[in-house]
């Protein structure tokens, strides 16, 4: 079993940044493909970015060019590096990894653009 902690949330001003870390642990061998969703108040959940454990990144087209994924293998950690955050970006966020093709997610942290 996979236990995934986010943290790093907060309240930030349109145009701040923000970076969010989600640490694996428990039976955290093979770990594969991690990501960051979000989900907003009233929307469904969404995909932010995703790494694979070799670090290829994908990236939802409203955050391409402001967020950036990446990982430490070593650490078991996936981090989100957020700037230029508008409001729209608030939501909650959410970390999922892979294991044998098992999908674990963390209970997400909350992150506030506001002025």
């Known amino acids: 079993q996979v236990h995934l902690v986010e943290s790093g949330g907060g309240l930030v001003q349109p145009g701040g940044s923000l970076r969010l870390s989600c640490a694996a642990s428990?039976?955290?061998?093979?770990?594969?493909?991690m990501g960051w969703y979000r989900q907003a108040p009233g929307k469904q959940r969404e995909l932010v970015a995703t790494?694979?454990?070799?670090?290829?990144?994908t990236y939802a087209g409203s955050v391409k060019g402001r967020f950036t994924i990446s990982r430490d293998n070593a650490k078991n950690t996936v981090y989100l590096q957020m700037n230029s955050l508008k409001p729209e970006d608030t939501a909650v966020y959410y970390c999922?990894?892979?294991?044998?093709?098992?999908?674990?997610w963390g209970k997400g942290t909350l992150v506030t653009v506001s002025s």
């Open positions: 999922k990894a892979f294991q044998w093709e098992v999908a674990y």
């Open positions: 790494i694979t454990h070799s670090s290829s990144t």
């Open positions: 428990g039976s955290i061998f093979n770990i594969g493909d």
